[in-house]
């Protein structure tokens, strides 16, 4: 049996291990330090749009603490695309607020500004009150609609809470996603276009902000010489030594991006043959995902039958891991109590699609064998 292939395998640069040494040489192996400002300083350089960064540890902790300064509370509610990862609802569940989601639109899989009006308007009419912010998603790097989203949001004065955690390198009209809402969440988890084993930032329009956000990433302490608090704080920094594998890994950034989109330029080509298979692609010249993965659709009345799962676990059987889509969220136990707004849509797109293996340390040869797989199953 060949080797296995992984569906999104992190990759080192080679740099991050002199960043840790620094760390450990001069003691600074806490939650702040010289490698913490200096991966903030690489990621603002790269977003531009003069944006404030703060490490955390996770993009989770990033969209909690982004709801945190938006004045989310017990009793609110905030809009959310359904086609995602739970980690773009679940924080405001931690802020008791309730979760209302919203289907997508078939050009990019996000959110559909569409039926994101039609919720804003009929929340108002149901509770007499607008949603307290707007969390769209770029999902597997694929920039969501963020012109019809800002203006929607502008319109209603509603703050964005944007999910850049899988598309960090993705532009929408030229401008990094991340940029977009009043915060931006990222994700450096192991599995995302770079990491620091575990991490994530937010992405902040002042200065002001991310000094608030470090306020409370790290307990929300008073400025007094004792402990006094007046808000409930989170322990979310950032330690110095995942700062420096970040560090490293800024390095190869714009290579990882490179990679993953020549990865999804050779799939599109090895399989261009395939009626049944289509591999998505950027719907118009406005988007430039960074395919953090190679998504597929799968027309099973033209692939004899088989449907994406009997592909993943024929893929599973060659030793290929493969990966269905996000279940919607409005599909999910813990959310079923929520209001939905959409008319199926990615549940329709959930059933046909198929991750394929998209880490930017594959091989050519590696692409070649996985769609080779896919192609003598189909057939
Ligand atoms: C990975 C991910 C997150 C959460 O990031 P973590 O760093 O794993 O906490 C949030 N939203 C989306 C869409 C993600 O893919």
Redesign the pocket.
């Known amino acids: 049996m060949q080797d296995r292939i992984w569906l999104s395998l992190a990759q080192m640069g080679g740099g991050e291990q002199k960043y840790i040494q620094e760390a450990f040489d001069t003691n600074w192996v806490v939650p702040l330090g010289p490698n913490v400002n200096g991966f903030e300083n690489d990621l603002s350089k790269f977003l531009g749009e003069d944006r404030h960064i703060v490490a955390l540890s996770?993009?989770?902790?990033a969209?909690h603490l982004g709801l945190v300064q938006l004045g989310i509370k017990e009793g609110d509610e905030v809009i959310c695309q359904s086609f995602?990862?739970a980690?773009?609802a679940n924080p405001i569940k931690y802020l008791g607020a309730t979760p209302v989601f919203v289907d997508s639109e078939e050009d990019t899989w996000n959110i559909s500004p569409e039926w994101l009006e039609k919720a804003i308007i009929d929340r108002k009419a149901a509770t007499g009150k607008y949603p307290k912010a707007i969390v769209p998603?770029h999902?597997y790097g694929m920039p969501a609609k963020m012109d019809e989203i800002c203006t929607i949001a502008d319109k209603y004065n509603i703050p964005i809470m944007e999910?850049a955690?899988?598309a960090i390198g993705s532009t929408f009209k030229n401008r990094q996603c991340g940029t977009f809402g009043e915060f931006g969440?990222l994700?450096?988890?192991g599995n995302?276009m770079i990491t620091t084993s575990?991490?994530?930032a937010l992405v902040c329009r002042t200065e002001e902000e991310a000094k608030r956000t470090m306020f409370f990433a790290t307990q929300a302490r008073e400025n007094r010489p004792y402990y006094y608090h007046e808000h409930i704080g989170y322990n979310y920094r950032m330690s110095n030594i995942c700062a420096g594998i970040g560090r490293g890994q800024m390095e190869v950034l714009d290579h990882h991006i490179n990679r993953r989109r020549a990865i999804h330029a050779l799939y599109t080509e090895l399989l261009a043959g395939c009626d049944g298979i289509s591999v998505k692609q950027n719907p118009t010249a406005d988007f430039d995902s960074n395919f953090w993965l190679t998504c597929i659709e799968v027309d099973p009345t033209k692939c004899n039958g088989k449907t994406a799962d009997d592909i993943r676990q024929y893929l599973d059987s060659q030793n290929v891991e493969s990966r269905l889509l996000w279940r919607p969220m409005h599909m999910q136990p813990i959310f079923t109590d929520c209001p939905f707004y959409g008319d199926g849509t990615s549940e329709k797109i959930f059933n046909r699609g198929l991750c394929l293996p998209s880490g930017s340390s594959l091989t050519d040869e590696q692409i070649k064998r996985v769609a080779y797989n896919i192609k003598e199953f189909i057939k």
């Not at 996770?58 to 902790?61: E, I, P």
């Open positions: 996770a993009g989770t902790a969209i995602t990862f980690a773009s998603v999902l999910d955690a899988e969440a994700s450096f988890n995302k575990g991490g994530g």
